[in-house]
């Protein structure tokens, strides 16, 4: 829960606490020991480079939902915006355009909810070499 906490915040997690029922429980259970208490607890990643993965995925997978949440918390795990789009750019030569597209809005309207100003993705510049 601590990891859960750390990465979504306290208000992400005391929201969806605050939602779950007798339906939802064990699922909200699952979640918390293996997601959070397992693998992102896990030390052969930190959690930048998980941030970024999971934003690829969710973004490959078409999960818009899940999306937004987990650009505040790539945010909190120390991305900033210009990284997340650059995360999806790359997510779009390997997922797809449409998702990749889908993604970059959900992530642009979530940091505009936040007050962060958009972020362009680098062109490529001279320390990328290939």
């Not at 900033?80 to 809005?105: C, F, Q, R, S």
Request: with cysteine; charged share 20%.
């Amino acid at each position: 829960m601590a990891v859960r906490r750390e990465v979504l915040g306290d208000a992400h997690v005391d929201r969806a606490q605050a939602g779950t029922s007798p339906m939802t429980a064990p699922f909200q259970d699952f979640i918390t020991r293996t997601a959070w208490g397992g693998v992102w607890t896990r030390p052969q990643l930190d959690r930048r480079t998980r941030s970024c993965l999971t934003l690829a995925l969710l973004a490959a997978g078409g999960h818009e939902r899940e999306l937004a949440m987990h650009v505040r918390a790539a945010l909190r795990n120390g991305l900033d915006a210009t990284e997340i789009a650059e995360v999806l750019l790359h997510t779009a030569v390997y997922a797809g355009v449409p998702a990749a597209n889908a993604a970059m809005a959900v992530a642009q309207d979530t940091l505009a909810e936040l007050g962060i100003t958009e972020a362009q993705p680098s062109g490529r510049g001279a320390e990328h070499d290939g």
